[in-house]
């Protein structure tokens, strides 16, 4: 039986949150007690481990979720790509870490970071978040996951005291991950079965992981180098601080846009595996209208926001991130865009290729404007180079795209989320001009907002709002009256 996509959504929505729950909690506390320049640190040595996640996980992640949703309803074939996916990434993650000890690890100022974020290598080994991705069964990755986060909630706020725990805050950071991750494998012989191990066919899976491979690459030019040459160019940590902290924002902002895409990637990958043109289609359509509704008003209402909602989030020292969150908040609307466009669409249709191109010249045009931009203005010259890249990403997978949608159609669907979103936009300035520094007024700010904008798209009669409302109201009264249970196999 297909999957309600509301109730995915919900699913899938919780769990990103979860993701970025534990730092967006913590941010306020952790600016204060650490300072800006151990959060510095913090954003470099992610960043620098970031590149051997990556080439350790080659494109496995974006690779094996659609692999499973192709095979959803077969058992035995989902359970040999399983494993045969597992294998190779296990192989190469095992490579990545020696490589990434033998350069980081051994000596150096922040040796000692490098020698804990091994752990984090070691925990993407066991991540198999793609196969229930791939076979829409978001719920289970759900509750373990909120109870290793509020773990490490407690933990950040019981042990970390001063700058000098910054490297408790890495064990705590690294151990919530490798818990989360074993945890699903409790889960493994509901969805498998046993296998022989000769049956099992690595080298089919190695072409097709590296196509996408390539494009995570250029994609992580934009998304992690940004940090890295912030702190190599200003060689200033501190900057690189602000950075950080404005990106979390942005980064929760992001995950509930992307939450609907992660769901629509299985669902237009089978759909298109059964050639429903229909289906993938009125998938894209749902997607675009959701990115609209959601991100024009975030992006919007974030610049309204962020003056009076910097100083008492993340403290008065790191009054440079309020610029920072100005001109980073249309990239919500820009990665949601090519995020439906590029990974939903060309990617899960088996068009990386085209895909791979558009990211890498967005990868450059990101590499060129940091160089340049970085230099002069610092996070704020990373900012513009990510906005821009996106952007230019966008246009370039649209040229592929105008079978399903041209720009114009797209544009058409924004049109009452824009309206909406402008009125908004006034109402939430006027009042924050008015407002004192506090977090009541700011949630008084965003109430109103919302509110505003909810009231503008029923005047305008904004059918998928309300469509959307019955989607997600009746997801929730079937969860709650054990309604409907499907089963993949």
Avoid at 269 to 274: F, G, I, L, S
Avoid at 418 to 427: A, K, L
Avoid at 439 to 460: F, H, K, Q
Wanted: net charge positive; charged share 15%; proline share 2%.
């Amino acid at each position: 039986m297909k999957k309600s996509i509301a109730k995915n959504y919900i699913y899938n929505l919780i769990y990103q949150m979860l993701t970025i729950l534990l730092p967006l909690i913590t941010t306020p506390y952790l600016s204060r007690v650490l300072g800006a320049e151990p959060i510095g640190i913090y954003g470099y040595t992610i960043s620098i481990v970031t590149y051997f996640i990556l080439f350790g996980s080659l494109g496995v992640a974006m690779y094996g979720q659609r692999e499973i949703a192709y095979k959803a309803q077969d058992k035995k074939q989902r359970t040999k790509s399983f494993w045969e996916i597992v294998i190779i990434r296990t192989f190469t993650l095992t490579l990545s870490i020696i490589v990434f000890y033998l350069i980081y690890g051994r000596t150096g100022e922040y040796a000692l970071y490098y020698k804990i974020l091994i752990v984090q290598l070691v925990a993407n080994i066991f991540d198999i978040s793609w196969l229930f991705q791939g076979i829409e069964e978001f719920d289970k990755t759900v509750i373990r996951n909120l109870i290793v986060k509020l773990l490490s909630l407690i933990l950040t706020f019981t042990i970390i005291k001063t700058p000098n725990d910054l490297w408790k805050y890495f064990v705590i950071y690294v151990g919530a991950e490798l818990l989360g991750n074993l945890s699903l494998w409790l889960y493994i012989p509901k969805y498998l079965e046993k296998i022989n191990i000769k049956e099992l066919q690595l080298k089919k899976h190695i072409k097709p992981t590296l196509a996408l491979f390539v494009p995570q690459i250029a994609i992580q030019i934009y998304t992690v180098l940004d940090k890295t040459m912030i702190g190599v160019i200003t060689k200033d940590m501190s900057e690189v601080g602000y950075y950080e902290q404005a990106q979390k924002t942005v980064k929760a902002a992001l995950v509930i846009i992307s939450a609907l895409q992660t769901v629509m990637n299985s669902r237009i990958a089978n759909a298109h595996a059964k050639n429903d043109k229909k289906e993938v289609k009125n998938c894209l359509e749902k997607s675009f209208n959701f990115v609209w509704l959601i991100g024009m008003p975030m992006a919007l209402g974030l610049i309204a926001v962020c003056a009076k909602f910097v100083p008492w989030y993340y403290g008065e020292d790191f009054s440079r991130v309020t610029p920072i969150l100005i001109v980073t908040a249309p990239i919500l609307i820009a990665i949601g865009l090519n995020g439906i466009t590029g990974i939903q669409y060309l990617v899960q249709i088996g068009k990386q290729n085209i895909f791979t191109i558009s990211v890498i010249v967005g990868a450059g045009v990101n590499l060129l404007c940091n160089i340049v931009l970085i230099k002069f203005f610092g996070g704020i010259g990373a900012a513009v180079a990510s906005v821009i890249a996106e952007t230019v990403i966008f246009i370039i997978q649209l040229r592929y795209f105008k079978d399903q949608y041209s720009l114009l159609e797209i544009l058409k669907m924004s049109i009452k989320c824009v309206i909406s979103s402008i009125v908004m936009f006034g109402v939430v300035s006027l009042i924050t001009h008015y407002l004192s520094v506090s977090i009541i007024n700011t949630l008084m700010e965003v109430t109103i907002g919302a509110l505003v904008y909810i009231l503008m798209l029923i005047l305008l009669k904004y059918k998928f709002l309300i469509d959307l409302y019955y989607q997600v109201w009746g997801a929730i009264k079937n969860k709650i009256s054990g309604g409907n249970k499907s089963a993949v196999d």
